[in-house]
């Protein structure tokens, strides 16, 4: 059964001295590498990383980009503990879990506005409201948007994760498991949500775009504490892929058609019906969605009961990276 920890689980002569103090710092800023992860939930690190223009802006200082695919929130967390990402794409709760649990992290950019989960079952399975998954198997990705949307949602309905078969797949797996009939359910995850529904005719029986939370750019404490510029640097050029994908929609729809091997129909759900690419910038409104999520997590026993949900907010939110670079 669910338990905090297993969440969590998935979930460091005065006037010589300017100037060689100068050179110094130049020295430590620059990183050994930039190390960042690209994911189909993120259609903008698809078109970053097919345009190559991380690579153009660090040629020049010697720092190699090195890009790691990330099948869902819980797998970028992962890589961001284990150090072997920088920067990593998640859900704003997944992430606010992890940072309730220990894990060093700062949201730095919103990449999208999605409502990117919802709860489906089959084209003619009899589930048609979140209480009727009492006793039923459910396919789902522990510590990812889907698992909290899915929280959420069985509180909501005077439920809780015991009063359902948990089966715990990775998106593409809960997918699969779904269309073979070996689930009742599953908390899906676009791409692969659009994808069942134009596939198998699946149905998303229970939507609520508010319990969808942002998908932002992570980046190690760590690395942002020793390598500020080149995080402005990143999320700069990320800004660029942005205000291209809007302005060429054509052409990030072909990205994530590439990337993630799906149909067009497929990306035309995801892209033009459920993503909202047109507000970088952490505010007021991020801090809200966070903060909600997080009172209601405390209250199921995600985050333990003595957290400072405002307090473990603003340690997590830091917008100072972008400044004035959003348009």
């Not at 704003?92 to 506005?113: I, T």
Request: aromatic share 8%; proline share 5%.
């Amino acid at each position: 059964m669910f338990t905090r920890r297993s969440f969590l689980a998935l979930t460091g002569s005065a006037l010589a001295i300017p100037a060689i103090g100068s050179r110094f710092a130049l020295a430590q800023e620059k990183p050994a590498e930039i190390a960042l992860d690209y994911a189909y939930y993120n259609p903008v690190s698809l078109l970053l990383k097919e345009k190559g223009w991380l690579e153009e802006e660090f040629a020049g200082d010697g720092v190699p980009v090195r890009w790691v695919l990330s099948l869902g929130s819980n797998k970028a967390l992962e890589y961001l503990r284990g150090s072997s990402l920088a920067f990593g794409s998640t859900a704003g709760s997944a992430a606010l879990v992890a940072r309730a649990g220990g894990l060093k992290v700062k949201s730095v950019y919103v990449y999208s506005k999605p409502e990117w989960t919802a709860l489906v079952t089959g084209k003619d399975g009899p589930i048609a409201t979140v209480a009727d998954l009492a006793g039923k198997s459910v396919a789902v990705t522990r510590g990812t948007d889907p698992h909290i949307f899915l929280l959420r949602s069985l509180d909501e309905a005077g439920l809780s994760e015991k009063d359902i078969n948990p089966v715990l797949l990775q998106h593409p797996d809960g997918y699969a498991a779904l269309a073979s009939g070996q689930v009742d359910a599953w908390a899906g995850l676009d791409p692969h949500m659009a994808k069942a529904e134009v596939e198998i005719g699946a149905k998303l029986f229970h939507r609520n775009p508010s319990f969808n939370t942002y998908g932002v750019l992570n980046v190690s404490a760590d690395f942002a504490t020793a390598h500020p510029e080149s995080v402005r640097r990143v999320i700069a050029v990320y800004e660029r892929a942005r205000a291209y994908a809007i302005a060429n929609p054509a052409e990030l729809q072909a990205a994530l058609v590439k990337e993630a091997k799906i149909a067009e129909p497929v990306a035309a759900i995801q892209l033009g019906e459920r993503t909202d690419l047109s507000n970088p910038a952490l505010g007021d409104e991020h801090r809200q969605t966070f903060q909600a999520t997080g009172d209601v997590l405390r209250k199921i026993g995600v985050i333990k009961d003595d957290v400072d949900v405002a307090a473990l907010v603003d340690g997590y939110v830091d917008a100072s990276y972008l400044g004035a670079q959003a348009g």
